[in-house]
Nanobody, 124 residues
C-alpha cells in the first residue's frame, strides 16, 4: 500500500517562498502521476499542480501559474512543490496524491492515494 507524507509547510509572509515535499513509502513512486491539492477553510479541495510519472508533463491551476513549480526525484521517491510569491489566498492545507494513470487532470476524484496534508499559512 502506497503511503504519502507531506512536509515543508509553515508560516510565511506574503511574497515569500516555501518548498513542499511529498515522500512515498510502500511503493515505487515512479509509476505514479502525482498531484498537489489544497483546501482552505470553508472551501472545496482544489487541484494545484500535477506531474507525470516520468516528470515530462506538468500542469498547473491558473491561480498558481508562474509562481509554483512541481518537480520530482524518482531516485529519492519524492515530489516537490516550489511555491514563490506567496499570497494570503494560498493559505490552505496542501495534500499530495498519487494516481497510476498519467494525465493532466486536476480532478481530485481521480487520485487513489493521499497524504495527511501540511498546513501553509501566508500572513504578515
Amino acid at each position: 500500500q502506497l503511503q504519502l507524507v507531506e512536509s515543508g509547510g509553515g508560516l510565511v509572509q506574503p511574497g515569500g517562498s516555501l518548498r513542499l515535499s511529498c515522500a512515498a513509502s510502500g511503493g515505487t513512486l515512479n509509476v505514479y502521476s502525482i498531484g498537489w491539492f489544497r483546501q482552505a477553510p470553508g472551501k472545496e479541495r482544489e487541484g494545484v499542480s500535477r506531474i507525470s510519472s516520468g516528470g515530462g508533463v506538468t500542469n498547473y491551476a491558473d491561480s498558481v501559474k508562474g509562481r509554483f513549480t512541481i518537480s520530482r526525484d524518482n531516485a529519492k521517491n519524492t515530489v516537490h512543490l516550489q511555491m514563490n510569491s506567496l499570497k494570503s489566498e494560498d493559505t490552505a492545507i496542501y495534500y499530495c496524491a498519487a494516481r497510476r494513470i498519467d494525465g493532466t487532470s486536476l480532478n481530485s476524484h481521480l487520485f487513489d492515494y493521499w497524504g495527511q496534508g501540511t498546513q501553509v499559512t501566508v500572513s504578515s
